[in-house]
T-cell receptor
Framework: AQSVTQLDSHVSVSEGTPVLLRCNYS??????LFWYVQHPNKGLQLLLK??????LVKGINGFEAEFKKSETSFHLTKPSAHMSDAAEYFC????????????FGKGTKLSVKP | DTGVSQDPRHKITKRGQNVTFRCDPI?????LYWYRQTLGQGPEFLTY????????KSRLLSDRFSAERPKGSFSTLEIQRTEQGDSAMYLC??????????????FGDGTRLSIL
């Protein structure tokens, strides 16, 4: 069965410093992986997706993630945090069926200090 | 904006009442999903439609829950005889897919259900 583990429930950074949100996955085959962001009382917005093409995936708003099969990781990074990045971030794996149901991690809350 | 639209945004009801939520997907999307998100957790899959056919239901979807997508466009999710544990955010998503190929899912802003 597919699953994801987000290693930190809360990450706090200062504005202008790098962001690292950690995610490990478990999958019996080559997975499709995603990062979604959720601002308070809003739906989820897709940041980026990995689907077995390039291992370094660039997303919106300056975020990127690197797929490392040997480490079963898909960490999300951004060189310089902005106040507007404060939100909940979810690492997600597709369940592998043809319908593409998504399996979410528990989320990492990112706080950005001025 | 032609994103996924959900109505209502908030619903407060007494335990035991029935509630119905609506989701309007992106117009060209043939696949529609319902998820439930409780406080402090990631969303959990409930059910999935391809066009008007409901192809999968999670075991989270008790017999008090029913979902429809009658014309392959909008969908409704009904909860009968609501319980305290039904309090959650109900999220709808849509995508374009064919066979084993899936485009990413686009989410609505959700309906927050509070059971008194």
């Amino acid at each position: 069965a597919q699953s994801v583990t987000q290693l930190d429930s809360h990450v706090s950074v200062s504005e202008g410093t790098p962001v690292l949100l950690r995610c490990n996955y478990s999958s019996s085959y080559s997975p499709s992986l995603f990062w979604y962001v959720q601002h308070p009382n809003k739906g989820l917005q897709l940041l980026l997706k990995y689907t077995s093409a390039a291992t370094l995936v660039k997303g919106i708003n300056g975020f990127e993630a690197e797929f490392k099969k040997s480490e079963t990781s898909f960490h999300l990074t951004k060189p310089s945090a902005h106040m507007s990045d404060a939100a909940e971030y979810f690492c997600v794996v597709s369940d592998g069926g043809s319908q593409g149901n998504l399996i979410f991690g528990k989320g990492t809350k990112l706080s950005v200090k001025p | 904006d032609t994103g996924v639209s959900q109505d209502p945004r908030h619903k407060i009801t007494k335990r035991g009442q029935n509630v119905t939520f609506r989701c309007d997907p992106i117009s060209e999307h043939n696949r529609l999903y319902w998820y439930r998100q409780t406080l402090g957790q990631g969303p959990e899959f409930l059910t999935y439609f391809q066009n008007e056919a409901q192809l999968e239901k999670s075991r989270l979807l008790s017999d008090r829950f029913s979902a429809e997508r009658p014309k392959g466009s909008f969908s409704t999710l009904e909860i009968q005889r609501t319980e305290q544990g039904d309090s959650a955010m109900y999220l709808c998503a849509s995508s374009l897919g064919a066979g084993n190929s899936n485009q990413p899912q686009h989410f609505g802003d959700g309906t927050r259900l509070s059971i008194l």
